[in-house]
Nanobody
Framework: QVQLVESGGGSVQAGGSLRLSCAAS????????MGWFRQAPGTEREFVAA????????YYADSVKGRFTISRENAKNTVYLQMNSLNSEDTAVYYC?????????????????WGQGIQVIVSS
């Protein structure tokens, strides 16, 4: 059974930082590209960042480029999202996701497995 478990969320003031982690189990982690998505109330789930299986190619949404960094440790079956210079527009539930297919990493339909999500609240 595949499980993706996010941690590290919470509340932070604008300008602050958080690091999200996603621990994977039940799959061959190094065979999967990993993505982070977020969803604010009343909005669709949107792409944040993704990273290929080896960690050599990260991808970012324009809204987070230069502020967020995605990385992974295959030995720990874990993917991270370092979030700096947070602002109120980053407030959302953040989800990690896994796919072993190639394609547009920004599209949610590419991903086969999802975590339960974790709340991030940025207060101004």
């Amino acid at each position: 059974q595949v499980q993706l478990v996010e941690s590290g969320g919470g509340s932070v003031q604008a300008g602050g930082s958080l690091r999200l982690s996603c621990a994977a189990s039940g799959l061959s982690f190094s065979n999967y590209a990993m993505g982070w998505f977020r969803q604010a109330p009343g909005t669709e789930r949107e792409f944040v960042a993704a990273i290929n299986w080896s960690g050599t190619n990260p991808y970012y949404a324009d809204s987070v480029k230069g502020r967020f960094t995605i990385s992974r440790e295959n030995a720990k079956n874990t993917v991270y999202l370092q979030m700096n210079s947070l602002n109120s527009e980053d407030t959302a539930v953040y989800y990690c996701a896994a796919t072993d297919r190639g394609g547009n990493y920004g599209h949610p339909r590419l991903y086969d497995y999802w975590g339960q999500g974790i709340q991030v609240i940025v207060s101004s």
